[in-house]
């Protein structure tokens, strides 16, 4: 069982950057694959980023590539999710996830465990 919590969340500025966190329980955090995944009002929740167990292979989708970075410390249980040049457009809520397995997905229903979400707003 792993239990995610996100931080990071704000109100920024069009080209502006934050960076999301996600604090994982567990010992066995380490061992799981971990995405980032976002979702708008009145839209479905999208992939946003992906990273292996070791952090040695990532994904990204094409909306924010070049733009968002995605990390892990395993020695603090962490993921990070870098997002800079920040557009209105990236305006969601944010979800971090786990999954079990040693492959990585863009798709929601391969995940696993998931953590509350954060708020990230970009104003124009």
């Known amino acids: 069982q792993v239990q995610l919590v996100e931080s990071g969340g704000g109100l920024v500025q069009a080209g502006g950057s934050l960076r999301l966190s996600c604090a994982g329980s567990g010992r066995t955090f380490s061992s799981y694959p971990m995405g980032w995944f976002r979702q708008a009002p009145g839209k479905e929740r999208e992939f946003v980023a992906a990273?292996?167990?070791?952090?040695?292979?990532?994904d990204y989708a094409d909306s924010v590539k070049g733009r968002f970075t995605i990390s892990r410390d395993n020695a603090k249980n962490t993921a990070y999710l870098q997002m800079n040049s920040l557009k209105p457009e990236d305006t969601a809520v944010y979800y971090c996830?786990?999954?079990?397995?040693?492959?990585?997905?863009?798709?929601?229903?391969?995940?696993?465990?998931w953590g509350q979400g954060t708020q990230v707003t970009v104003s124009s």
């Open positions: 996830a786990a999954r079990q397995g040693n492959s990585l997905s863009y798709r929601p229903y391969e995940y696993h465990y």
């Open positions: 990273i292996s167990w070791s952090g040695g292979i990532t």
